[in-house]
């Protein structure tokens, strides 16, 4: 794992920044944030060898951040933890991906794991390994970020991403595609609170940790 912040680390898999997924330690906690697609299982159990696992957390019940999820939580007799809004997707009682029957059809045959029950129904204000969740719907009715306000290390999720697939990993700031976002204007005006917390490093689900907030910042001023 590559370290990000103290008690941060990023996974280390064979794309870098395709589908990150976050190790914390804090509070007697040691917790996975986002498990990638079941194909990094083996990258994801080699690299938490040794390591106080005490839990996995969703920031959203989308195929790419679940994948690993069960298998961890398996693995290591530890909850599984997401916001209380996304809880029904992840334990499949409810789709993971509810835009569009065809990135329904994709997500589940190429990236999901097998759903797991939640244990943790997180909700604004709860904490996790130092880290306090903030609800920042829009991606997903329940999508959150995981934010450190002593160092402003922000686990953000897909409410914004740091790449472009199509211009190859190009470090910048742009909303998650329309395709997969539940509610597009919702998820703006989380960027914009997500603005408002006054991050200092940005861990994003898809692309490199950003730590240049003047970035960010003009994204946001350019929001319509």
Same mark, same amino acid.
């Given at each position: 794992m590559r370290v990000v912040a103290p008690g941060v680390w990023q996974f280390r898999f064979l794309w870098p920044g395709a589908f990150n997924a976050?190790?914390?330690?804090?509070?007697?906690?040691?917790?996975?944030?986002?498990?990638?697609?079941?194909?990094?299982?083996?990258?994801?159990?080699?690299?938490?060898?040794?390591?106080?696992?005490?839990?996995v957390v969703l920031t959203h019940a989308h195929p790419d951040h679940q994948g690993c999820a069960a298998k961890i939580c398996e693995r290591w007799q530890v909850p599984l933890g997401c916001h209380e809004l996304d809880a029904d997707s992840a334990e499949g009682k409810?789709? !993971? #991906? /509810?835009?569009?029957?065809?990135?329904?059809?994709? +997500?589940? &045959?190429?990236?999901?794991?097998?759903?797991? =029950?939640?244990?943790?129904?997180?909700?604004?204000?709860?904490?996790?390994?130092?880290?306090?969740?903030?609800?920042?719907?829009?991606?997903?009715?329940?999508?959150?970020? !995981? #934010? /450190?306000?002593?160092?402003?290390?922000?686990?953000? +999720?897909? &409410?914004?991403?740091?790449?472009?697939?199509? =211009?190859?990993?190009?470090?910048?700031?742009?909303?998650?595609?329309?395709?997969?976002?539940?509610?597009p204007a919702r998820n703006r005006e989380s960027i914009r609170r997500l603005w408002q917390l006054k991050p200092r490093v940005i861990c994003a689900g898809h692309g490199r940790v950003l730590r240049d907030m003047g970035r960010l910042g003009r994204f946001v001023s350019r929001l319509a």
């Open positions: 976050y190790f914390i330690e804090g509070d007697g906690e040691g917790v996975v944030v986002d498990a990638s697609t079941r194909w990094s299982w083996p990258l994801m159990k080699k690299q938490l060898e040794g390591r106080q696992v005490t839990g409810a789709p !993971l #991906v /509810r835009q569009s029957a065809a990135w329904e059809l994709i +997500g589940n &045959v190429f990236w999901a794991g097998r759903r797991s =029950a939640v244990s943790r129904r997180l909700v604004e204000g709860d904490r996790v390994a130092g880290f306090t969740v903030y609800h920042l719907p829009g991606h997903t009715q329940g999508h959150m970020a !995981l #934010v /450190r306000e002593n160092d402003g290390v922000a686990i953000v +999720g897909d &409410v914004i991403n740091t790449n472009d697939y199509l =211009a190859g990993m190009v470090p910048l700031v742009r909303e998650s595609p329309r395709t997969f976002s539940a509610d």
